[in-house]
């Protein structure tokens, strides 16, 4: 076997079909055992619960090759977890977790090529995905379900790698109040879209939203959870019922509490207070962390002192520990590394 003939170092955020993914489908109550499968196309039904009503949810994790050459994932077995929750809140199937995380295992070795050698800033993106299959044209859950792992390799999310980003408070909302916010579900970013776009076409890279009852407190972007620095270098991160629990925050407040010794406050956090902050970041799979120089507040900018030329101390060193540990030169904590052999 041998890797891909890829410009690794040079590959954005973007889609690239590899040669296996995992497929299971679910019918009569049960899911079949499941297969590997050379077809990236799926044919359904027009009707499809999918296509009419959005019934899907999706995960997102990372497959990387380590400094001694291994492969492994990050975590999986919480992005089981979440899917599984997902799952019920759309009234879907759940699939149970040892599968998931044998789906990913099996979707990463049979892809084994397309893992970005060490060291190349590339990593292999995998997509376990789940959508109602059937024909239903009155509103109600489907019936059959089909269960999907692929992956991509891809490089960076935000463009410029980690130079800090600007981003832009939102005047839509992501997420309702006891609505789907904490879900991983493909209708949250349907309604994300049209403000990236407007978002993009301004100038700015993310977009800030609040909390949708009151909007006066700091929620996500909409692919990343934040954290702050203040300026006696503790971690401030947003709780609320209405952002996805990001497996990669989680992570960060472990790394910064046990690793760096650092004070983390999970709080509500109000628009108010940001320019007390020194350093913000973005967290997330896809962004890892990301830095964010400058939010602009209807034309107001508000900038952290640390942070707004390039990525400030804190967040380079909650940056480099997770991804020491994801690349296996910290060692990770117990259960945080699952090995693809
Ligand atoms: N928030 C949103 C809305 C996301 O889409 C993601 C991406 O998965 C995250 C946060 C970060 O979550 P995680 O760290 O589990 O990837
Ligand atoms: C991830 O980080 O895995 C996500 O799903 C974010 C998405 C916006 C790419």
Known sequence: MAKKDIDWGN????YMKTDKRYVSNY?????DSGAMISDDQITISECACVLQYAQTVFEGLKAYTTEDGRVVCFRPDLNAERMMDSAARLEMPQFPKERFIEAVVQTVRENIDYVPPY???ATLYVRPFMFGSNAVIGVKPAEEYQFRV???PVGPYFKGGVKPITIRVCDFDRAAPHGTGHIKAGLNYAMSLHAIVDAHNKGFEENMYL??????????????NFLFVTKDNKIVTPKSNSILPSITRRSLVSVAKDYLG?????????FDEISDF??????GTAAVISPVGCVNDHGRE????????????????LRETLTGIQMGHIEAPEGWIKEIK
């Not at 650092?262 to 109000?270: A, I, S, W």
């Not at 020194?278 to 967290?283: A, F, N």
């Open 150 to 152: 692929f992956c991509t």
């Open 11 to 14: 590959i954005g955020f973007g």
């Open 302 to 317: 508000i900038k952290f002192a640390n942070g707004c030329d390039e990525m400030g101390p804190i967040i380079t060193k």
């Open 262 to 270: 650092l004070e983390v406050e999970e709080r509500e956090v109000f």
């Open 27 to 31: 019918k009569d109550g049960a899911w």
């Open 211 to 224: 909390d949708p009852a009151t909007r006066t407190k700091v929620e996500e972007t909409g692919g990343a």
């Open 278 to 283: 020194v350093e913000c970041g973005l967290c």
């Open 119 to 121: 060291g190349s800033g």
